[in-house]
Nanobody, 125 residues
Framework: QLQLVESGGGLVQPGGSLRLSCAAS????????IGWFRQAPGKEREGVSC????????NYADSVKGRFTVSRDNAKNTVYLQMNSLKPEDTAVYYC??????????????????WGQGTQVTVSS
């Protein structure tokens, strides 16, 4: 079966850091672009970042630009999201998603075919 599993979430203080992982099984993650999304209570799911299969093209939402970094290790079948300088407004469930055969680094929910179940990130003092 195709499966994406997020991990690395937790409770951190404002200004702290977390690294999220998106581990794939049933698919070779190197064939897929990966998007990171988040959803806070009462809000729509929004794009955070994306990375193409080659790893050399990335994109970020304005709200996280300069603080978050997406990377991938295709040999480990894993994509990462390094989150620094975390703010309370970053609190959300974070999801990774995969789409195959795309030339665009997009952060639109409807463009992705496979989704993980999410990991909770809470930024609070």
């Amino acid at each position: 079966q195709l499966q994406l599993v997020e991990s690395g979430g937790g409770l951190v203080q404002p200004g702290g850091s977390l690294r999220l992982s998106c581990a794939a099984s049933g698919l070779t993650i190197g064939y897929y672009a990966i998007g990171w999304f988040r959803q806070a209570p009462g809000k729509e799911r929004e794009g955070v970042s994306c990375i193409l299969s080659s790893g050399d093209i990335t994109n970020y939402a304005d709200s996280v630009k300069g603080r978050f970094t997406v990377s991938r290790d295709n040999a480990k079948n894993t994509v990462y999201l390094q989150m620094n300088s975390l703010k309370p407004e970053d609190t959300a469930v974070y999801y990774c998603a995969a789409v195959r055969r795309t030339l665009m680094c997009v952060m639109t929910v409807g463009e992705y075919d496979y989704w993980g179940q999410g990991t909770q990130v809470t930024v609070s003092s």
